[in-house]
């Protein structure tokens, strides 16, 4: 089969290939994931699970890419859940190969069935984004109706779930990114927009909640928003500013099947709208990390047509 890998690391986006590798053999409780669209994170190169596993083992040639949706066409010994033929989307483990490949091989309770009318496209840009936002705000962060929140990063891929999902919650959401990412974060739901390069943080106030997936100056100075008893929430880095009186997390995102048939269910009733930017092919993923290619919205490759 033909996917995306990566065997230097000091090589860089330079080293990202399309590469003939082996068919994925199955572990107990995999199935086999025909891949249809797979979405990636361009930080993946700086993980150190893409270069080696979890006993700390070199694991390359690496395939990258953790968000997937596709077809199952193969069940590892003890497989339950999930059948041949079936539609699924989900996440790939951190250190196995990923989902920039024809087929790969994934744990059956890291996906959930997808429904027919929802195209693979869209529903390989949900697992991450979907799955952070859902965490960040209830899981970690207890957003409850009535709050605030201030989400960073109010447009891009996770960001912009969070806020469509705060404001169904009732939250009241402040929203930053660059100027242009405004009347797109006021579209989705955020109540006010601060422009990162132009407005002072300091207008946000006091918040409930922080949600962070900025990093540095911006995570340190959000600390002192948050109000008694609040919490700031990063997936940049663990703070090293903390709020005077309140919870500061930084947490890794986890699958969850029942979260992400959840997430299915709000875009199949039009209550989620993930924005999906450039679709390319599998032979323009190297291309897509590159820092010059960033676009609006998060970048789905098209690995096989439907």
């Known amino acids: 089969m033909q ?14 290939a399309l590469t003939d590798m082996p068919y994925p053999h199955t572990s107990e409780n995999d199935v086999i994931v025909r891949v249809h669209a797979a979405g990636f994170t361009p930080g993946e190169l700086d993980w150190p699970g893409t270069w080696s596993d979890r006993a700390g083992r070199d694991r390359t040639p690496s395939v990258l890419g953790h968000e997937l949706s596709g077809v199952v ?4 010994y003890g497989t339950t ?7 699924v989307f989900g996440l790939t483990d951190w250190t196995r190969n990923g989902s920039l490949a024809e087929f790969t ?8 069935p997808l429904p027919a009318d929802v195209d693979h496209t869209v529903a390989a840009a949900l697992p991450i984004s979907g799955l952070t936002a859902w965490q960040a705000l209830f899981d970690h962060g207890r957003l409850a109706t009535g709050q605030t929140v201030l989400i960073h990063g109010a447009a891009g891929g996770v960001g912009s779930i969070a806020v469509q ?7 009241r959401v402040i929203g930053t990114g660059r100027a242009a990412d405004g009347e797109t974060a006021l579209s989705l739901g955020a109540d006010t927009f601060l422009d990162l390069q132009t407005d002072q943080l300091e207008a946000a106030g006091e918040v409930d909640l922080v949600f962070d997936v900025i990093g540095g100056e911006i995570l340190d100075r959000s600390a002192a928003l948050v109000r008694a008893g609040g919490t700031l929430v990063t997936i940049a880095k663990p703070p090293e500013v903390r709020p005077k009186d309140g919870r500061a997390i930084f947490f890794i995102v986890e699958s969850d099947r029942a979260r ?4 299915a269910q709000r875009l199949r009733d039009g209550r989620l709208n993930p924005i999906v930017g450039a679709v390319r092919t599998l032979p323009e993923a190297p291309s897509a990390f590159a820092p010059d290619r960033r676009t609006h919205g998060k970048t789905i490759i098209r690995v096989t047509e439907d």
Not at 105 to 112: C, D, G, N, Q
């Open 3 to 16: 996917a995306i890998a990566v065997r230097d690391r000091s090589a860089g986006v330079a080293g990202l």
């Open 73 to 76: 066409v193969e069940l590892g």
């Open 81 to 87: 859940g999930l059948t041949v033929g079936q539609r």
């Open 105 to 112: 091989a994934v744990e059956a309770r890291s996906l959930s």
């Open 165 to 171: 999902l705060a404001r169904e919650a009732g939250a």
């Open 260 to 263: 992400l048939a959840d997430l």
